[in-house]
């Protein structure tokens, strides 16, 4: 069968599940628990002033596109003030947009015109530290009285105070010290241009407040928190005495991430986004050595939302999968809330490429993608991946704008680093590759990204991926995740499951002996080497990750596969690196 085949009755594309506007009872409650949220990289998405930069506008042109996806809600990257040291996550003015991008109307009428289309917005909020620019770094750096203390300045070590005060590196390589005229140091944990802050200063506490309030007075509906593992650092900022510190990110404790203290920050911001009663959230972006450690930025008073990075960094193994899988649920199950998949960001290599390039990676994607959108909770889909793009790994050194490889680091930014199965097939590790602007429609460069050229060159073989191209393709990659986003509605088995509804006790055809295990609704099922099954109710899933096709007695009546099944109803013979869904 081809994935545009299906056996079940399909909710409309464009009946998402919020419709009207903040504050009506019928947006309130739950909706995040098994939404899929698509990540807008704002300056990469589309372009509606010809300056070959995204902006506010750009995307709200492109909405329709989004609602006619499926998706519940777009997450918007940073489009506030800022010299984009860092594409915007080095905030000057936490208040305003950026030029570049457009102006406060611009992003009032996108969320309108989201609401309507039955998009919720999600922003990014940036808490660490602010821009180099931001007029509390200036005034610290002009020796106004008392400034220094909103941020993280030391005296230098060694007899002139010549050296760092400790060894902490930046996350885009080097020290994470820089010091000023004066012989003091300031911390940074990522580019010089964004000093961190120290939050043990209560205006800081008390100026995000402030800006989250704006926001959510616009009508945002939540805010994705950028290192929200990173705000609180360890008493006496203690050496780690050991270098490639980005490497052990997520993977070792370390004083500059994961403190317990980060844990009151998000309550404190849990009981605000409460305080407006129709569901806004907030999503972290923590890295954490556990899943269990994670699962404590989602506990009932914190945040909503967790990225599950693991999952994202899990190789095209099924004992590795599985383990991932189960883990993440029972931590998350633990404090009662929803596990969150993703396979792709704007910091890490495209997951096309990373499982391996060409044919055998888009594959590969493809099948991942439905795997992810079967599992029990919310998903994350990074602009692009509905098209199947690559990573970009020939940009010229030129073009290419990341802070880590102005730094020279040359193998280690912010993404790759902190996802470090992403290194080894990017350009170098570092970031440009994932962010070059979609391609929309036409035969050559920009593709309808907008009237003009575009911030990062698109390749020339870019044409046969535009959304343009592959609408109305049934063997297309958009269309694949317009069925899938469809089913997930339509069949009551996805999404998050309510409280208590247990395991699948149906009767199984060829069940043999072994553990059986149940997790929010979901139950793995006996299946041959290299193959994943589990069930839902009403429902299963199989992903062959073998480079062979498997028969197997079939699971059911296939609605949506990722490549072309054969099965004559009582077995099935699964294609190579693919993914199935049943009814049953």
């Not at 602010?130 to 106004?144: C, K, M, N, Q």
């Not at 992810?372 to 790994?393: K, N, R």
């Not at 590759?433 to 575009?454: H, M, N, Q, T």
Request: charged share 20%; hydrophobic share 40%; proline share 9%.
């Amino acid at each position: 069968m081809n994935h545009e085949l299906t056996a079940v009755p399909l909710a409309r594309a464009s009946s998402n599940a919020f419709s009207g506007a903040p504050g009506d009872p019928a947006v309130s409650g739950a909706w995040w628990r098994d939404a899929v949220i698509y990540q807008v990289y704002v300056r990469s998405f589309a372009d509606s002033d010809g300056d070959g930069v995204g902006d506010l506008r750009g995307v709200r042109e492109r909405l329709p596109h989004l609602a006619r996806l499926g998706v519940d809600a777009v997450w918007l990257t940073p489009f506030y003030v800022s010299p984009q040291a860092d594409g915007g996550y080095d905030v000057a003015d936490y208040r305003a947009v950026d030029p570049l991008f457009g102006d406060l109307a611009d992003a009032d009428d996108l969320v309108r015109a989201a609401h309507a289309l039955g998009l919720r917005v999600i922003v990014d909020v940036v808490p660490n530290h602010t821009s180099e620019a931001h007029p509390w770094f200036r005034d610290a750096l002009a020796g106004v009285p008392g400034a220094r203390e909103r941020y993280l300045f030391r005296p230098g070590r060694g007899a002139d105070g010549e050296l760092p005060p400790n060894d902490w590196e930046s996350v885009f390589g080097g020290p994470a010290w820089t010091r000023v005229e004066d012989g003091e140091w300031y911390l940074h944990l990522f580019a010089p241009e964004q000093p961190d802050l120290d939050w043990e200063h209560p205006e800081v506490a008390e100026e995000f407040e402030s800006v989250l309030r704006f926001w959510l007075d616009l009508g945002v509906d939540g805010f994705r928190v950028d290192v929200a593992h990173g705000m609180v650092k360890a008493p006496g900022l203690p050496d780690i005495g050991r270098g490639a510190q980005a490497t052990l990110i997520g993977t070792e404790p370390l004083p500059f991430f994961d403190q317990d203290g980060v844990h009151a920050i998000h309550r404190s911001w849990r009981r605000l986004l409460d305080s407006y009663g129709d569901g806004r959230i907030g999503v972290a972006e923590a890295w954490a050595p556990t899943s269990e450690r994670l699962a404590l930025y989602v506990r009932p008073d914190e945040l909503h939302q967790a990225f599950n990075f693991r999952f994202l960094n899990c190789p095209w193994d099924p004992a590795a999968m599985r383990t991932v899988i189960d883990e993440s649920l029972a931590a998350t199950a633990s404090v009662g809330a929803p596990t969150t998949w993703v396979l792709s960001n704007h910091d890490v290599v495209r997951h096309v490429t990373r499982y391996g390039g060409g044919a055998r990676g888009l594959a590969r994607a493809r099948a991942a993608a439905l795997l992810m959108l079967a599992l029990p909770g919310s998903a994350y889909v990074y602009q692009g991946e509905e098209l199947g793009l690559p990573e970009v790994t020939d940009l010229p050194d030129a073009a290419r704008q990341d802070p880590a490889y102005r730094r020279g680091r040359g193998g280690a930014g912010a993404g790759a680093a902190e996802a470090g199965a992403a290194e080894a097939e990017g350009q170098d590790g570092l970031r440009d590759g994932c962010r070059v602007p979609l391609p929309w429609s036409g035969e050559e460069a920009p593709y309808g990204f907008g009237p003009g050229g575009s911030w990062l060159p698109q390749p020339a073989g870019w044409a046969g991926l535009s959304v343009a191209a592959q609408t109305g393709d049934p063997h297309s990659t958009l269309e694949l995740y317009r069925a899938a986003l469809e089913l997930r509605r339509a069949m009551p088995g996805l999404g998050a499951p309510e409280s208590g509804q247990g395991g699948c006790r149906e009767e199984w055809p060829g069940a043999g002996s072994g553990p059986a295990v149940f997790a929010r609704g979901m139950r793995w099922r006996p299946a041959p080497d290299g193959v994943l099954l589990f069930t839902r109710p009403g429902f299963a899933c199989t992903l062959n990750t073998r480079a062979t096709a498997v028969e197997l007695p079939s699971p059911g009546r296939p609605v949506l596969s990722s490549a072309p099944v054969e099965t004559d109803g009582r077995t099935v013979r699964l294609p190579p690196d693919s993914c199935t869904w049943w009814a049953m």
